[in-house]
């Protein structure tokens, strides 16, 4: 009995020995943060209605004249057209969209302005834009950027007037939410710049470069297929 209580003993010593060193050879836990990725998916066609404000600034400059900076302010609505591929969490995106635009200024400046004033009209304005979003299940936080189009009508003081197609760039960000299956309302900023227009000698006196640069603020909502 003694020998088998002594032979217990040192078995169980040598047990404890040897528990560091196997416990040391064990590989060390690796804990990873854990990973947020959407259950709801946003790939797909979408259209469209959008409607918001914009505000901004216009310029006429020639040889003779200059009317610095004035304000433009006016509303905006049209129609919306995207798709959508989620990549995990990621939400890539393609989208145009094309406006009836009131926004509008004018200034008062000696020469080719007169008392009445150059009026500077944005009649329609169309964006084809790429986003990158990052979404929450059903909220979709975004950037955005791309190509802007619109007409840029210039009306001197006698009321003779001229228009221009200009193309310029839009970039912006927004907020999406999905909700009751297919729909889903944004709201959204852009920056809008077509650049310079020119109005002719024959419209303007002198040959005129007008400018058009607008912030704008739109709510939308679309529909998913």
């Known amino acids: 009995m003694k020998r088998f209580l002594l032979t217990v003993g040192a078995g169980l010593m040598a047990a404890a020995m040897a528990s560091p060193s196997f416990a040391a050879d064990l590989p060390r836990p690796v804990y990873k943060a854990p990973i947020y ?3 709801f998916s946003w790939t797909g066609f979408y259209v469209g209605i959008n409607g918001g404000y914009g505000w901004g600034k216009s310029n006429w400059s020639n040889a003779a004249i200059s009317t610095g900076d ?6 905006l609505i049209g ?3 995207g798709y959508n591929l989620q990549t995990g969490s990621f939400v ?10 009131f926004i509008k200024g004018s ?21 084809g834009r790429g986003r990158i979003g990052y979404a929450w299940d059903r909220f979709l936080p975004y950037i955005t950027g791309g190509v ?8 001197t003081g006698t009321g ?14 927004g907020v999406e939410y999905a909700f009751m299956g297919p729909w889903s309302a944004k709201i959204e900023y852009l920056y ?19 400018k058009f640069k607008a912030h704008i603020a739109k709510l939308g909502v679309n529909y998913r297929f």
């Open 37 to 39: 990725v959407s259950s």
């Open 70 to 75: 004035f304000n433009l302010k006016g509303a």
């Open 79 to 81: 129609a919306t057209l």
């Open 92 to 101: 890539w995106g393609l989208e145009a969209d094309a406006d009836a635009s």
């Open 107 to 127: 200034a008062t400046t000696a020469g080719v302005c007169g008392a009445a004033g150059c009026e500077t009209r944005n009649r329609w304005l169309a964006t």
């Open 148 to 155: 802007a189009f619109g007409d840029v009508k210039m009306t």
């Open 160 to 173: 003779a007037s001229e228009n221009k197609t200009k193309v310029g760039y839009a970039l912006g960000g």
């Open 192 to 210: 809008a710049d077509l650049g310079k227009a020119t109005c002719g000698a024959a419209t303007c006196g002198l040959d005129t470069d007008v």
